[in-house]
Nanobody, 124 residues
Framework: QVQLLESGGGLVQAGGSLRLSCAAS????????MGWFRQLPGTEREVVAA????????RDGDSVKGRFAISRDNAKNTVYLQMNSLKPEDTAVYYC?????????????????WGQGTKVTVSL
């Protein structure tokens, strides 16, 4: 069983930056594809970014391209989401997710394990 623990959320002004972290345990981290998703109340979870097991390949959601960057440190069992140029529409609960396959999927159903989420609020 994989446990994921997100941190780094909070309140930030529009145009600012935040870095989210997600620490994983319970399985060799380099056997997991990792993703970040976000969700607003009453909406579906949408992919923010995903990263391959080695970190060599990433994919970004259309709404965050050029502003957000996913990275990972396999020595620290941690995946990061650097969020720059934040906008009020980025306000959401952000979730870390892990997939035990090689897929770099944008679909939440393809991920096996989820963190509890961390809230990001972007004010004007």
């Amino acid at each position: 069983q994989v446990q994921l623990l997100e941190s780094g959320g909070g309140l930030v002004q529009a145009g600012g930056s935040l870095r989210l972290s997600c620490a994983a345990s319970g399985r060799a981290f380099n056997t997991l594809t990792m993703g970040w998703f976000r969700q607003l109340p009453g909406t579906e979870r949408e992919v923010v970014a995903a990263i391959s097991r080695s970190g060599s390949t990433t994919r970004d959601g259309d709404s965050v391209k050029g502003r957000f960057a996913i990275s990972r440190d396999n020595a620290k069992n941690t995946v990061y989401l650097q969020m720059n140029s934040l906008k009020p529409e980025d306000t959401a609960v952000y979730y870390c997710a892990a997939d035990g396959t090689f897929r770099l999927s944008k679909f939440p159903d393809d991920y096996d394990y989820w963190g509890q989420g961390t809230k990001v609020t972007v004010s004007l």
